[in-house]
């Protein structure tokens, strides 16, 4: 997944190199589920503030990994020209090598497995297979022989693992269990991090397919994949709602005060077009990250009330 902005006017320093592999803007899709994931988990009366930590850790490092081996292998397809309409890439532009940025790739998924270890401590092997899928995945995305992001399935593999994975996971270290709540739960972050990835594919059509890289809006094209946006969006406002109907806070409808900026980003969405469109991949950023935020208050909000 990527993010938008403005090209680099000149050479960036090497701090700035690095921010910009990093994309902080798609961290939302790192962060927002373990958030969710523990506020479940909270509201369910099994808060583990230790394991929520290292779990957001776990889940940042992962997605800048999966950045930086998103910059390798774009890079070795051609995929990062000078005809990309989104945010220059480090290694395309040469401002990081690729051999320190396979170097820094290791080094991040190394760290991951390394904190990671202290969840399998608490959950056991289940935790372990999932870390093990998610750091395997952070290179097939687009690494490998059938890189995931080339074949139309980015889309899946994203809401699974930036959904119900991560959402599922974290509760999963703090109760020792899965429920179907959380699971449902999970649908909003992982709906809001695939239209992340939406917008930056609508934008990058016309150059990902001179490469043969097939993404879903490659294959069904831009008006239908801003149509799956709008359908994605309403769904997960559906979330809330449903949680609410099975038993938990009505506080979780603190969600829909996002709704004003969504409906937004929907309209930017079908009134832009090329370079435009990163405004509304940030935008679409900053919808997932609010609701998220607002839903996870609202499920704590009985908890603080009692305390």
């Not at 490092?61 to 000078?82: L, M, P, S, W």
């Not at 290179?139 to 991560?166: E, I, K, N, Q, R």
């Not at 990058?204 to 809006?217: A, E, F, N, Q």
Request: hydrophobic letters at 55%; charged letters at 10%.
């Amino acid at each position: 997944m990527t993010e938008g902005s403005l090209k680099a006017p000149a050479r960036p320093s090497g701090f700035q190199a690095w921010m910009m592999a990093i994309r902080p803007k798609t961290l939302p899709a790192g962060a927002v589920p373990v958030v969710v994931g523990t506020a479940v988990a909270a509201a369910d009366g099994k808060f583990l503030p230790a394991a929520a930590f290292i779990a957001l850790l776990c889940a940042l490092g992962i997605q800048v990994a999966t950045n930086f081996i998103n910059e390798i292998y774009d890079f070795r397809k051609g995929a990062d020209t000078a005809e990309r309409l989104g945010p220059t890439r480090t290694v395309a532009a040469g401002f990081i090598t690729e051999k320190t940025m396979i170097a820094v790739s290791v080094a991040v998924l190394l760290v991951v497995f390394l904190l990671g270890l202290y969840l399998v401590y608490l959950a056991g092997w289940p935790i372990l297979v999932i870390g093990l899928l998610s750091m395997f995945f952070a290179w097939a995305y687009t690494g490998g022989p059938y890189p995931v992001a080339y074949s139309g399935m980015g889309d899946l593999f994203v809401f699974v693992f930036f959904g119900l994975v991560a959402v599922g996971g974290t509760y999963y270290v703090q109760t020792g269990e899965i429920t179907f709540p959380v699971l449902t739960a999970a649908v909003a972050p992982g709906i809001f991090s695939v239209n992340i990835l939406l917008v930056n594919n609508i934008r990058d059509i016309d150059t990902d397919r001179k490469v043969g890289k097939m993404t879903l809006p490659a294959r069904i094209g831009g008006g239908n994949a801003r149509w799956l946006y709008f359908g994605l969006t309403v769904v997960a406002y559906f979330v809330p709602v449903w949680m609410w109907m099975t038993g938990y806070s009505i506080w979780c409808m603190l969600s829909w005060l996002s709704l004003p900026l969504a409906v937004g980003q929907v309209r930017a969405l079908f009134n832009s077009d090329g370079r435009a469109l990163n405004e509304v991949l940030a935008g679409t950023g900053k919808v997932m990250t609010l609701h998220g935020l607002l839903f996870a208050a609202g499920l704590l909000t009985p908890t603080f009330s009692v305390l």
